[in-house]
């Protein structure tokens, strides 16, 4: 009650005492709920059990095994890593070491850009946690771990109904010896569209304190004047800067003159110029073919002083043979992913580059064992989210034709799905290529592969072409998304708009050509946690605010569930995703050291106004939670 009382405090909630402790131990301020948390979480089991979850045909729930996890010694502290590089020696002592290096260095992405590029962006941190500490233990010589950011942010509160920050956190104490990476979207932080500086500034600051050491920064359209602002943050933070080229086209391909070997080295020149530690190669697509590499990373090796991180994916199958060339002409870090949640539109698997180089003079620096064990454990959990596979079995060429980014492939298809285009899959892919060359041939990469991608959807459900885009143009309500690119709310495309298509979608409206963050008014943070102080009636977080200022309704409908059902992420997957089976037994471990143990008994036939009652057991007493059926 005396920290209730402080909390509501009008001097408190108006910022006048330092509140950073709140953010640092959030577990001081989780005042008793109203409802018991057994009871919430019997609900969500009892409803998700009965109306299955969004997303996945309703089924009964498979059986899965146990994941198997390898059995490192987790009582001693894990080896030293990069981290401590980090932070002993600062961001320069790590780029100084990564120079030193003669073997090729990995990052991670199992948790971040696998899972997005294969799954839907679906892992949930229960399942992350599971293997943490082993990871610690067993891949502790990487450059970094690949764990946040992307669309990580927005799925973890929009379908996962778990906190992301609270992930980062918990990683953090799991992993204590590797650099955490995260991937940035520039202005667009971990969102779809330009936030003003003060939002891009505070988020990074966020990020850091809560354990992200690399921001590797990109923007959408390869506009330099859009990274600034978070390169600069980065660097005031302390942190490792790693700006990004994004790759597209094809420059061994003169039909294809926009983006050449020259672009890109202009290019690279300004990020280290800019501030950037490391400079990345954002292959997000997979078009860097094994001799465009060569040559990229030879062109850049001379160009730049600053290490080279190159990311790919693996979708055409060409993803080692492409690493292999960029090692050839000396760069060096990569992006590989353990093997089981490898290759196709995911990264590399690392365990396949390891054998690959063994016996060259430039190995992997990594123990192929540990990544083999390890990645037995992502066999295994992968099997959860089988309804979120894309249904890819094998190497896919047409990649070089669509370009479409590994991320964004999963999620496009569900989106298809979603307004009823998945049996014309095949006319999307192609149409996306089709919108590409009407824009003028941009730079694909969330979130301007987004507005490919809506476009695309948008043509094929409505018949449209290229020329009838044009002659019915003026009568057409375009996408919101398409709409705002071409206003340049998400910066200017290299080359331009092309014009007569830019009157046509955007009608009255006048584009900018000014950054928007020069335009767009500071947010003021205060004001939003004391509206949510009160909305939701209890402290809140920077971090939360943060999250609300970049989805406001994504986060209210995220807080609601959270109200409803408590903190689900404890669940298991199978659980969370599928509820029980009847009989079935849990355990369900809410914090540590407490355990509930949740059995469901037996369901009813639905009463004349629609509801089943779902008896439970809980810790051994009988329980009944009523469930409106909405099937
Ligand atoms: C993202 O921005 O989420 C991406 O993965 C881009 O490649
Ligand atoms: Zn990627």
């Known amino acids: 009650p005396f920290l209730e ?20 131990t959030p577990e001081l301020f989780l005042f008793p709920n109203r409802k018991d948390r057994g009871t919430k979480l019997l609900n969500y089991i009892g409803n998700v059990t009965v109306n299955g979850f969004p997303g996945i045909e309703k089924k009964s729930k498979p059986i899965f095994g146990e994941a198997r996890t390898p059995s490192f010694d987790l009582s001693t502290a894990p080896p030293k890593g990069t981290k401590q590089i980090l932070d002993e020696q600062g961001a320069d002592g790590v780029i100084k070491w990564v120079k030193e290096q003669q073997g090729v260095l990995l990052t991670d992405t199992t948790f971040r850009d696998a899972h997005q590029s294969l799954l839907a962006t679906r892992v949930r941190s229960h399942d992350m946690f599971g293997i943490a500490k082993e990871s610690a233990q067993g891949m502790h010589n990487l450059f970094s771990y690949e764990m946040w950011g992307g669309a990580t942010f927005d799925v973890a509160y929009r379908f996962l109904k778990e906190n992301p920050w609270d992930r980062l956190i918990k990683m953090r104490e799991m992993i204590p010896n590797v650099l955490f990476q995260m991937l940035f979207r520039g202005a667009n932080a971990v969102g779809y569209k330009n936030y003003p500086d003060n939002v891009i500034k505070e988020f990074i600051q966020k990020s850091a304190e809560a354990g992200i050491d690399v921001f590797r920064i990109f923007d959408s359209l390869n506009w330099i004047k859009g990274m600034e602002v978070a390169i600069d943050a980065t660097r005031q933070s302390g942190k ?278 020069e335009l767009l008014e500071p947010v003021d943070f205060e004001a939003i946690k004391e509206m949510l102080f009160h909305k939701l009636d209890r402290p809140v977080t920077s971090q939360e605010v943060l999250a609300y200022t970049l989805y406001p309704k994504v986060f209210e409908e995220y807080s609601e569930t959270d109200k409803n059902f408590g903190d689900v992420s404890v669940l298991d997957t199978p659980t969370f995703l599928y509820g029980l089976r009847l009989g079935e037994e849990i355990e369900v471990e809410i914090e540590v050291g407490k355990t509930l143990i949740i059995k469901l008994v037996s369901i009813s036939e639905p009463t004349h106004d629609g509801n089943r009652i779902i008896y439970f057991e809980l810790n051994g007493q009988p329980r009944e939670i009523s469930i409106q059926d909405m099937n």
């Open 240 to 517: 490792i800067a790693e700006a990004a080229l994004c790759y597209t086209g094809d420059i061994l391909d003169d039909s294809r003159d926009k983006y050449t070997v020259q672009y890109y080295k202009d290019m690279a020149k300004e990020l280290e110029s800019a501030g950037a530690h490391i400079l990345a190669i954002k292959d997000m697509a997979g078009l860097l073919k094994p001799e465009a590499a060569y040559r990229l990373v030879s062109e850049l090796k001379s160009t730049v002083d600053i290490p080279i991180h190159l990311h790919t994916h693996d979708t055409s199958g060409n993803g080692v043979f492409t690493y292999a060339k960029a090692i050839e002409a000396g760069v060096d870090i990569v992006d590989t992913a353990l093997g089981a949640m490898a290759g196709l539109t995911s990264q590399p698997s690392a365990s396949s580059l390891s054998y690959a180089l063994k016996g060259s003079n430039r190995e992997v620096i990594g123990n192929i064992d540990a990544f083999e064990k390890i990645s037995y454990y992502w066999e295994d959990v992968r099997k959860y989210y089988q309804d979120f596979e894309s249904g890819m079995m094998s190497p896919h060429t047409e990649v070089y034709v669509h370009e479409m980014p590994g991320g964004q492939y999963s999620n496009l298809q569900q989106q298809a799905k979603a307004v009823g285009l998945g049996d014309r899959w095949e006319e999307v892919k192609e149409m996306y290529s089709r919108v590409n060359m009407l824009f003028g041939d941009v730079v694909k990469v969330t979130p301007s592969s987004k507005v490919v991608g809506d476009m695309a959807l948008f043509m094929v459900q409505n018949n449209l072409d290229e020329v009838s885009v044009i002659t019915r143009g003026k009568t057409i309500d375009f996408p919101d998304s398409v709409i705002e690119f071409f206003e340049g709310y998400i910066g200017q495309p290299y080359g331009g708009f092309p014009k007569e298509l830019q009157k046509v979608i955007l009608k009255d409206r006048e584009p900018i050509t000014v950054r928007p963050g």
């Open 5 to 24: 009382n402080v909390v509501k405090h009008p001097s408190f909630i108006s910022g006048q005492f330092n509140t950073s402790f709140i953010d640092s």
